[in-house]
């Protein structure tokens, strides 16, 4: 079977990256989280509004929101607990916990299993105790429904509304595999589309035993998740070692907790519900942001 260990959160990484939201209210505010480093790859702060610019289909749009200060987030945690994962299990329950007692204070977290079929163990919930009780439940055995874990967690992600821009919080899906997806009853292109509609980052991690040689179709399943995380503004990781995921989970921890949250209003008129491409452009030399391909513009409301 062809390894790959898929962890897919909803936010920022890597280079710099952008999660866009909108608000409803009098405009349409579209939000944005942006994780910016450099060429090292590590995180830079204390940039401010006049370092950044925004473009919408090549337009640049004026920054009307501007913070530098931690946002509360929620995130979707998904564990591949299929057959193949047996014997890695344990550590990656380690690991996943060690990841939930890095939330913020404000954090909100679900934790999901998937082999055969998805199971929410535990609610979005601030409590780490409850959290952890879930993710010790995992029990490997089955296949691997990937897409519909990920397609059930962008749903359930909806129900995590802001009734104002106070309320808002960024949102991420971790997904964590050791295989192709094998049995959804949805396929990619209904969770990529799903995905680039939502407000959430998708982080991917693919797990390969190191004396696993490559079989065909492989590159084909490595595509999907990259094309997933790099849509959404997340990142793909690929390691050789479950041990590895500790350290991953903390990278991802510090880009969730160090990211700039800005906004603008459109200068596009149309309500057409057209993809609109954005992209985030740093002032200063060296350094750099990964953005959200874009997002899906606003309808005439019936």
């Given amino acids: ?37 450099d060429s090292d790859g590590h995180l830079v702060s204390g940039l401010d509004r006049d370092s950044f610019q925004i473009f ?20 979707s945690i998904l564990v591949d607990t299929s057959t193949s994962m047996e014997k890695r299990l344990g550590v990656a329950q380690q690991a996943a916990i060690g990841f939930t007692q890095r939330l913020g204070p404000k954090d909100v977290a679900q934790i999901m ?30 296949s691997t429904a990937l ?47 799903s995905a680039k509609r939502s407000e959430v980052s998708v982080y991917t991690i693919a797990l390969r035993s190191k004396d696993e040689s490559p079989q065909k179709g492989f590159n084909e399943a ?35 907790a160090n990211q700039y949250t800005m906004g603008y209003t459109s200068t596009n008129p149309k309500r057409d519900g057209a993809w609109r491409r954005i992209v985030v452009r740093i002032t200063r030399p060296g350094v750099g942001a990964r953005t959200k391909s874009g997002y899906f513009g606003p309808t005439i409301s019936r």
């Fill in 1 to 37: 079977m062809r390894r790959v260990i898929l962890l897919a959160l909803a936010l920022v990484l890597g280079g710099a990256a952008v999660s866009a939201q909108i608000y409803r209210g009098a405009a349409d505010i579209v939000l944005l989280n942006v994780t910016v480093t």
């Fill in 56 to 75: 919408e289909d090549g337009a640049l749009q004026r920054i009307s929101n501007f913070t530098r200060d931690q946002q509360p987030i929620a995130l």
């Fill in 113 to 142: 299993s998937f082999n055969s079929r998805a199971e929410t163990l535990q609610d979005f919930t601030g409590d780490r105790s409850a959290l952890e009780t879930a993710i010790l439940k995992t029990r490997a055995g089955g």
């Fill in 147 to 193: 897409y519909n874990a990920v397609y059930t967690a962008l749903n359930d992600l909806k129900r995590v509304v802001a009734k104002s821009p106070e309320e808002i919080r960024r949102q991420a899906i971790v997904v964590l595999s050791d295989g192709e997806d094998t049995s959804s009853l949805i396929d990619y292109e209904q969770v990529q589309e």
């Fill in 222 to 256: 490595d595509f999907v998740m990259r094309t997933l995380a790099q849509d959404t503004g997340g990142s793909v990781f690929h390691i050789q070692d479950v041990a590895e995921l500790s350290g991953v989970y903390q990278r991802i921890a510090d880009e969730l």
